[in-house]
T-cell receptor, first 116, second 112 residues
């Protein structure tokens, strides 16, 4: 049973460029959350997708956008890259279970983005 | 005020020591609380949930004080393999759903 997979694992971009990161959730999971983790910091919540819609959003600008596909996979897009966008981008999947939340997010290994 | 705040690290302890991590959260409506562990250059993984009555899992004990909006994690008899960053996590609920918010993390280094 494959866990959460992310691609690419590493990438380098220059300021002003755009990037797309991809995530396939764990089998049986329908909810995907994206996090940004800067060096020495905890993961910062970007947004969450469920049923192909953005359900929750953290304090990130509109340059950060996403998409969820019918097979539950997801993409994170970042436009007009800034130096400060350099970070590890983590995708986490979970299974929606109504009001009861088990708290177990399964994370991928992340995509490490460097902006020069 | 940050939604989740943790003790600044790092904590450097010898094997066998007992170490405690503290965490406070700002959203009084939060209902679910967790500790995650993150090894160096790895993804976070769930360590344990935190229940109101307190709960224990082997050498690990988690406590929750809702009135003070305070969470703790106690590690007894520290092992070298406990060296990692420990992340305090709380949920936020809106009409749209629920999401998990992570603290900055506290780094533990256990030495022989």
């Amino acid at each position: 049973d494959a866990g959460v997979t992310q691609s690419p694992t590493h990438l380098i971009k220059t300021r002003g460029q755009q990037v797309t990161l991809r995530c396939s959730p764990k089998s049986g999971h329908d909810t995907v959350s994206w996090y940004q983790q800067a060096l020495g910091q905890g993961p910062q919540f970007i947004f969450q997708y469920y049923e192909e819609e953005e359900r929750q959003r953290g304090n990130f600008p509109d340059r950060f956008s996403g998409h969820q596909f019918p097979n539950y996979s997801s993409e994170l897009n970042v436009n007009a890259l800034l130096l400060g966008d350099s970070a590890l981008y983590l995708c986490a999947s979970s299974k929606s279970s109504g009001s009861y939340y088990t708290g177990e997010l399964f994370f991928g290994e992340g995509s490490r983005l460097t902006v020069l | 005020r940050k939604e989740v705040e943790q003790d600044p690290g790092p904590f450097n302890v010898p094997e066998g020591a007992t170490v405690a991590f503290n965490c406070t959260y700002s959203n009084s409506a939060s209902q679910s609380f967790f500790w995650y562990r993150q090894d160096c250059r790895k993804e976070p993984k769930l360590l344990m949930s935190v229940y109101s009555s307190g709960n224990e899992d082997g050498r690990f004990t988690a406590q929750l004080n809702r009135a003070s909006q305070y969470i703790s994690l106690l590690i007894r008899d520290s092992k070298l393999s406990d060296s990692a960053t420990y992340l305090c996590v709380v949920n936020i609920n809106t009409q749209a759903g629920t999401a998990l918010i992570f603290g900055k993390g506290t780094t533990l280094s256990v030495s022989s």
